[in-house]
């Protein structure tokens, strides 16, 4: 199986390099007495802070990690009066046979699905920009800001960057919003069976975005410098200690919906719940977003629960989100351009209006190429859509 890049088949699929302290693939610098191993077949230059490194004693069959060890310009060494020292001594003078594994923290599979932000800029200044090009002069940091802001907007719509978090639900029966949050798509517990079953929103309750302590006399309550000074919420304390089966109808173990008296006739329209509204029959609980501490607040049900959010991101947390899928690559090169064109003067507004043109033409090309409509699953749906379900 071939492989692009600079990488081997062992540092894609695992996430590591191993290097057999036979002299081949490290070097020992007697003066400084320092082994030093090039890192030169990662992809990207690694740093320290993303490596763990292990000792392997093949003889004994064991595998050690250490700590004391440096990353400088792709070469890692391994530091002299330290635990990784004193390891590769030990083998040395034991006559041991041994390697040394350098793995990653992070590592991901797929990446060549797609084009960071930053080859697209540059890319953009090398087909776009220059003399006899469509762009005469533009700078870098608009290229860039353009290039942000269409990653943005495609992320919404387009590249649909969906994140997943999972969290245990506290007795405080809250959720932070995560740091890039943009807005959500779905909220589920996942039940024993790693089932995951939808939390709804509820407009029964809801969450104040001012709490402004009073006294005894009703007045707000003002500081040293006469702001007022906030206080906790009353009616989401009221909400944590509702019992939710007073208003979803659930019945408990001693409430069966049919119930056999002691005169042994059926009692049919026992534990019925006249009057409930619909949308409240559902017992996965509710949850509401308290935009005054930016989290989300669940029913008192759900304490204890794993939570699963499904939130929509803008993909620019960190520099290795900021990246593109190739199905949607060419539509933001024409996202660039015209919004370039659209920004300078003196620019034909046919000239405009074309580009204008082939960005909406390139964005629906991406969003079909993205869709992933399956033929054979929506086949495999469709062939009970004639089952008939009985109540």
């Excluded at 990207?44 to 802070?49: G, L």
């Excluded at 007073?246 to 049919?268: E, W």
């Excluded at 029959?281 to 499904?310: M, P, W």
């Amino acid at each position: 199986m071939g492989l692009i890049g600079n990488t081997t088949e062992e540092n894609y699929y695992s996430g590591s390099q191993v290097f057999y302290l036979d002299g081949s693939s490290s070097t020992f610098v007697p003066s400084n007495l320092i082994w030093t191993y090039v890192l030169s077949t990662f992809e990207t230059t690694p740093v320290a802070s993303n490596l763990r490194v292990f000792l392997i004693n093949d003889t004994l069959n064991t595998e050690t990690e250490f700590y004391d060890f440096t990353v400088a310009a792709g070469t890692l060494s391994v530091t002299q009066d330290g635990d990784g020292y004193a390891l590769h001594k030990n083998l040395d003078i034991n006559n041991q046979v041994g390697s040394l594994k350098v793995q990653l923290q992070d590592f991901t599979f797929g990446g060549y699905r797609h084009t960071s932000l930053k080859d697209i800029v540059s890319s953009f200044m090398v087909a776009y920009v220059g003399d006899g090009k469509l762009i005469d002069f533009v700078n870098k940091s608009d290229v860039i800001f353009h290039a942000k802001r269409g990653l943005q907007e495609f992320s919404y719509d387009v590249l649909k960057t969906i994140k997943i978090q999972e969290v245990e639900l506290s007795t405080s029966l809250t959720m932070p919003m995560p740091q890039d949050y943009v807005s959500y798509v779905k909220i589920c517990y996942i039940d024993s069976s790693g089932i995951k079953r939808i939390i709804y929103p509820t407009s029964l309750t809801i969450n104040p975005t001012e709490t402004p302590l009073q006294g005894q006399d009703y007045n707000y309550i003002y500081d040293s410098n006469g702001q007022i000074i906030e206080g906790s919420s009353i009616t989401e304390a009221r909400w944590n200690a509702f019992d939710t089966n007073n208003i979803t109808g659930n019945l408990t173990t001693d409430q069966d919906a049919y119930y056999i008296g002691s005169d042994n006739h059926l009692k049919s329209d026992y534990g019925k719940r006249y009057g409930n509204e619909p949308q409240h029959q559902q017992i996965n609980g509710y949850f509401t977003i308290d935009e005054r501490t930016g989290s989300f607040a669940f029913s008192s049900d759900l304490s204890g629960k794993l939570i699963v959010l499904e939130y929509v991101s803008d993909s620019l947390g960190t520099d290795g989100e900021m990246k593109v899928h190739k199905f949607a690559e060419e539509a933001l090169y024409k996202h660039i351009a015209f919004n370039v064109l659209a920004t300078k003067r003196n620019i034909p507004e046919y000239i405009v209006k074309r580009y204008q043109k082939e960005r909406r033409a390139a964005l629906r090309n991406a969003k079909i190429r993205l869709s992933k409509l399956n033929l054979e699953q929506m086949a495999q749906i469709m062939r009970g859509k004639s089952k008939q379900i009985k109540n």
